[in-house]
């Protein structure tokens, strides 16, 4: 099947899959959903689909199992919840830690990076470079700015030093 055969059976399937799926599930969006996804699945094994003689029930079988996956997921998850309940309610950010995040999403995307890399998932400089892929040095000059912008967000008004001068 062409991509162009493919375009067609598609635009005339999608519509009565979605109906078949939608009976099935009794869900118009999850139906479309899995519908959706049995699409893209079938798009790379369209060349092959003219010889299976019945594209339309592969494309509806795969829909329907992912239905039904959906369905058990959603299940579990269910019987998962009604014994160990989510906390009636929970707690939010400490103040500290939302005054710091606040001040975290002020610094550059570099910089930011590097900070919390290191310092709060415990990464060294070698192991920061490698993930964003900076060099060793650059780490070190944005955690030295980043560190050096933090301090004056986080402290305000306490006579901040800066090259050993206070501003």
């Known amino acids: 099947m062409t ?3 493919f375009d067609a059976f598609y635009a005339t ?11 099935f599930t009794g869900d118009h969006g999850e139906a479309q959903d899995v519908v959706q996804e049995a699409f893209v699945r079938a798009w790379d094994r369209r060349r092959e689909f003219l010889a299976d003689g019945a594209p339309e029930a592969w494309i509806r079988t795969v829909a329907m199992r992912l239905a039904v996956s959906r369905w058990r997921r959603a299940r579990r998850w269910l019987e998962l919840m009604r014994r ?11 103040p500290e830690r939302a005054v710091l995040v606040d001040a975290l999403r002020r610094l550059p995307e570099a910089q930011r990076m590097a900070v919390v890399l290191h310092h709060l998932c415990d990464l060294s400089v070698e192991q920061v470079a490698s993930e ?19 301090a ?10 800066e090259h050993g001068r206070v501003r």
């Open 84 to 94: 160990d309940p989510p906390p009636e309610h929970a707690p939010g950010p400490e």
């Open 152 to 161: 004056r967000e986080l402290a305000p008004g306490e006579g901040e030093k």
């Open 132 to 150: 964003t892929g900076a060099p060793v040095g650059t780490v070190k000059a944005r955690l030295s700015r980043g560190r050096a912008a933090l």
């Open 13 to 23: 399937a999608f519509p009565r899959l979605t109906g078949q799926l939608f009976a």
């Open 3 to 5: 991509e162009e055969e």
